[in-house]
């Protein structure tokens, strides 16, 4: 049986078939696992667009009273820790738990660090953020490779499939902070958070009731280790996490692992894993020659993916400061929360990948390549920091800008996030090694983390720089990244195969 073959087998669930097309003409267990992220991303996304106002809110308001630039960097040190965490949720699923499982319950973590979150108590504010980060870890990759498994390599429904997908996902994260904005404006912080508390725990219900339409349901892992090396698994694990968590209690109560340190170490830890994991990969005898081929190409991906997510994640942390402090809340008459601006971008993700999914389905083999779909999206994501630098120039007069800056800016990023991440996250699936299938997702996801750990240290600059200064720098490198990415397209073609 060839490589491709062992690939496409699926011995744990229905096998993926041209014939299933009960779902807008996709598998129907594309409709399962995209109603779990609708629900994840209601909850993540949806706390996402409150955390770092909650943050830099005042302590007589409710909040934690940190400065902008600081409430923004840790904010982008959580996001760092969520996809760091995706690593070993890969390896998780591969060796130990299989991917429904690791699925099922990273979902559960996520829901009791939410209902952490909605204890008003600034101890259960960082005891759930970790929860959220592990349940993330062990949920958004395996999730998405879960979607690859239901396609053939060859299907060409595929990269729809994946912006279906990302569709589901962005009506999430179009309604998430609606609901969260309006209750913490209202309300409180915390009843904002218990929102998104019962969002994830809805999302595991019709995850649970749905399981029977997946591919990769079984309990064994794919890749599972042998009874023996298992154990020691489990046991270095569960020693692991209780040791580190020991020495991070000592040293926070030492006075060393102060806030800064910690995110500090994040960012190191983010640039140092994905090094390591591709070093790992390119070297590991169950990696073919050919499928280590198609690994280089994907570093180019790899990169471009950290350029773009360093400016899609500040849709949550800098502009969300922005909005709050210098842009208007009232649009057409309505007042409305500052957290809202992070609904516009869902909003637009939502109506747009519907028309880029019929796009590519319309066109077929005649599609852009995958690597040009890519660096559309980061020049898109760097021309939405680049219209910042108009409304942000010159003496305002005490003038706020108007709404429909924000929102032309979340409509470029959010264009760019269905081109960019629909065919990144389709690439990885097909271009992942066999014998690293979650992981090579999980590598994906630490291009998120690398792209949190560098906002973490440059978003210090925001209280420090000019806004058109910070925006016009930022949008100026990822335009001229996504234009070296189309330079590099005559080489991506060539070596990509499969992906088209």
Same mark, same amino acid.
């Given at each position: 049986m060839s490589q491709t073959d062992v690939k496409n087998a699926q011995p744990d669930g229905p096998p993926p078939s041209g014939d299933d097309a009960a779902f807008f003409g996709q598998p129907r267990g594309l409709l399962t696992l995209s109603g779990l992220e609708v629900w994840e991303r209601f909850s993540f996304l949806g706390m996402q667009a409150i955390l770092v106002l909650y943050f830099a809110d005042t302590v007589a308001n409710g909040g934690l009273g940190m400065a902008a630039g600081t409430a923004a960097s840790v904010s982008a040190a959580y996001g760092t820790l969520v996809y760091l965490v995706s690593v070993a949720g890969g390896w998780l699923a591969d060796r130990i738990l299989g991917s429904y499982r690791a699925v099922l319950w990273g979902g559960i973590l996520i829901a009791c660090g939410h209902y952490a979150m909605a204890v008003p108590a600034g101890a259960t504010?960082?005891?759930?953020?970790?929860?959220?980060?592990?349940?993330?870890?062990?949920?958004?990759?395996?999730?998405?490779?879960?979607?690859?498994?239901?396609?053939?390599?060859?299907?060409?429904?595929?990269?729809?499939?994946?912006?279906?997908?990302?569709?589901?996902?962005?009506?999430?994260?179009?309604?998430?902070?609606?609901?969260?904005?309006?209750?913490?404006?209202?309300?409180?912080?915390?009843?904002?958070?218990?929102?998104?508390?019962?969002?994830?725990?809805?999302?595991?219900?019709?995850?649970?009731?749905?399981?029977?339409?997946?591919?990769?349901?079984?309990?064994?892992?794919?890749?599972?280790?042998?009874?023996?090396?298992?154990?020691? &698994?489990?046991? /270095?694990?569960? #020693?692991?996490? @209780?040791?580190?968590?020991?020495?991070?209690? =000592? !040293? *926070?109560? &030492?006075?060393? /692992?102060?806030? #800064?340190?910690? @995110?500090?170490?994040?960012?190191?830890?983010? =640039? !140092? *894993?994905?090094?390591?994991?591709?070093?790992?990969?390119?070297?590991?005898?169950?990696?073919?020659?050919?499928?280590?081929?198609?690994?280089?190409?994907?570093?180019?991906?790899?990169?471009?993916?950290?350029?773009?997510?360093?400016?899609?994640?500040?849709?949550?942390?800098?502009?969300?400061?922005?909005?709050?402090?210098?842009?208007?809340?009232?649009?057409?008459?309505?007042?409305?929360?500052?957290?809202?601006?992070?609904?516009?971008?869902g909003a637009f993700e939502v109506a747009l990948a519907p028309v880029v999914a019929a796009l590519w389905v319309r066109m077929g083999r005649r599609q852009p390549h995958a690597s040009n779909k890519i660096a559309i999206g980061v020049v898109l994501g760097g021309l939405s920091f680049l219209l910042m630098v108009l409304p942000t120039s010159g003496d305002s007069g005490g003038h706020l800008m108007s709404a429909w800056w924000i929102v032309g800016s979340y409509l470029l990023l959010g264009l760019g996030d269905i081109v960019l991440e629909t065919s990144g996250m389709s690439a990885t699936t097909k271009l992942a090694p066999t014998a690293f299938s979650s992981q090579t997702m999980s590598l994906w996801f630490l291009s998120l983390a690398l792209a949190n750990g560098i906002q973490a240290q440059t978003v210090k600059l925001y209280d420090h720089v000019s806004q058109p200064a910070y925006f016009g720098v930022n949008g100026a490198i990822a335009v001229a990244a996504g234009l070296a990415v189309m330079a590099a397209a005559p080489y991506l073609r060539r070596t990509m195969h499969p992906v088209h």
């Amino acid at each position: 049986m060839s490589q491709t073959d062992v690939k496409n087998a699926q011995p744990d669930g229905p096998p993926p078939s041209g014939d299933d097309a009960a779902f807008f003409g996709q598998p129907r267990g594309l409709l399962t696992l995209s109603g779990l992220e609708v629900w994840e991303r209601f909850s993540f996304l949806g706390m996402q667009a409150i955390l770092v106002l909650y943050f830099a809110d005042t302590v007589a308001n409710g909040g934690l009273g940190m400065a902008a630039g600081t409430a923004a960097s840790v904010s982008a040190a959580y996001g760092t820790l969520v996809y760091l965490v995706s690593v070993a949720g890969g390896w998780l699923a591969d060796r130990i738990l299989g991917s429904y499982r690791a699925v099922l319950w990273g979902g559960i973590l996520i829901a009791c660090g939410h209902y952490a979150m909605a204890v008003p108590a600034g101890a259960t504010t960082w005891i759930g953020l970790g929860l959220i980060s592990a349940g993330t870890g062990l949920l958004k990759p395996n999730a998405a490779t879960m979607v690859g498994k239901l396609y053939r390599t060859d299907d060409e429904r595929r990269d729809a499939g994946f912006a279906v997908y990302y569709m589901a996902i962005n009506i999430g994260a179009f309604a998430g902070p609606l609901v969260t904005g309006w209750l913490s404006d209202h309300q409180g912080w915390h009843w904002g958070f218990s929102a998104a508390a019962v969002g994830m725990t809805l999302g595991l219900a019709q995850y649970v009731l749905g399981r029977r339409h997946l591919a990769g349901r079984r309990h064994a892992a794919e890749f599972a280790l042998a009874p023996d090396a298992m154990r020691r &698994a489990v046991r /270095l694990i569960a #020693s692991g996490v @209780v040791a580190a968590a020991v020495v991070a209690t =000592v !040293l *926070a109560l &030492a006075g060393w /692992l102060t806030m #800064s340190r910690f @995110v500090d170490l994040l960012t190191l830890i983010s =640039v !140092l *894993a994905p090094v390591a994991y591709f070093a790992v990969m390119f070297a590991s005898p169950r990696v073919t020659s050919q499928e280590r081929g198609r690994l280089k190409p994907y570093v180019v991906i790899f990169l471009a993916s950290t350029v773009f997510n360093y400016i899609l994640f500040q849709a949550y942390s800098t502009m969300m400061l922005l909005a709050s402090t210098d842009a208007e809340t009232t649009l057409l008459g309505f007042d409305f929360p500052a957290s809202w601006y992070a609904s516009a971008l869902g909003a637009f993700e939502v109506a747009l990948a519907p028309v880029v999914a019929a796009l590519w389905v319309r066109m077929g083999r005649r599609q852009p390549h995958a690597s040009n779909k890519i660096a559309i999206g980061v020049v898109l994501g760097g021309l939405s920091f680049l219209l910042m630098v108009l409304p942000t120039s010159g003496d305002s007069g005490g003038h706020l800008m108007s709404a429909w800056w924000i929102v032309g800016s979340y409509l470029l990023l959010g264009l760019g996030d269905i081109v960019l991440e629909t065919s990144g996250m389709s690439a990885t699936t097909k271009l992942a090694p066999t014998a690293f299938s979650s992981q090579t997702m999980s590598l994906w996801f630490l291009s998120l983390a690398l792209a949190n750990g560098i906002q973490a240290q440059t978003v210090k600059l925001y209280d420090h720089v000019s806004q058109p200064a910070y925006f016009g720098v930022n949008g100026a490198i990822a335009v001229a990244a996504g234009l070296a990415v189309m330079a590099a397209a005559p080489y991506l073609r060539r070596t990509m195969h499969p992906v088209h």
